[in-house]
């Protein structure tokens, strides 16, 4: 599957972003999708993930309350959508597309789980 993510910037502090996450190549509605980010010398970590369906969410403890992702797939499109943004959001965040069901955080966080990456996108939050 390939995926074309967009919608990072530069925001301050407090502002939101939505990020957005396009697939193509395979029953999107299949797809358990995920968002990702790494931060300059740290690993990439999970963000956000969304069952096939849309009927079930992981996140993050540090985002929970602030991100939301959903998806359309109408439209082959996951979303995350960033609010209340702060400084240490900064990253390059990708999205991902597992090869795996996802019923559990402990696969949705697993980078083994992901069976295809977008090509990132910049998310810079100043204080």
């Known amino acids: 599957v390939q995926l074309q993510a967009c919608g990072g910037g530069l925001v301050q502090a407090g502002d939101s972003l939505r990020l957005s996450c396009t697939a193509s190549g395979r029953t999107f509605s299949t797809l358990a999708m995920g968002w990702f980010r790494q931060a300059p010398g740290k690993e990439r970590e999970f963000v956000a993930a969304?069952?096939?369906?849309?009927?079930?969410?992981y996140y993050l403890d540090s985002v929970k309350g602030r991100y939301t992702i959903f998806r359309d797939n109408a439209k082959n499109t996951a979303y995350l959508q960033m609010n209340s943004l702060k400084p240490e959001d900064t990253a390059v965040y990708y999205c991902a597309a597992y090869r795996v069901s996802i019923r559990t955080i402990i696969t949705a966080k697993s980078i083994n789980s992901v069976d295809s990456w977008g090509q990132g996108t910049q998310v810079t939050v100043s204080s």
């Open positions: 969304v069952s096939g369906g849309g009927y079930s969410t």
